[in-house]
């Protein structure tokens, strides 16, 4: 089976793709602009954000690389909608 942008994890009864997976927040690449509003928004630099791995499973078939930011989009049932930001670093 080829698959290309996405992890598979297989054990012998399942086949899980970690981006699609029901518990997996969404995760997107921000243009430099909406990354340069954030930092300003939260008056810090990049790299005192958390941080994320390029190689992490949920963003793996997104094509990110170090120095990229991702916004999580998490939802909940009690508090609505809400944003995440992490700062791509190497393994």
């Given at each position: ?37 954030v930092l300003q928004k939260f008056n810090c630099n990049a790299t005192e ?43």
């Open positions: 089976m080829l698959c290309t942008g996405v992890l598979i994890l297989a054990t012998k009864k399942h086949i899980i793709l970690v981006p699609n997976h029901a518990y997996v927040p969404k995760h997107e690449i921000m243009t430099k602009k909406e990354a340069e509003q954000l958390p941080l994320i791995f390029v190689n992490d499973p949920a963003i793996i078939g997104l094509g990110v690389k170090p120095g990229d930011m991702i916004k999580i989009t998490r939802k909940s049932g009690t508090s609505g909608t809400s944003l995440y930001y992490r700062y791509v670093v190497e393994t």
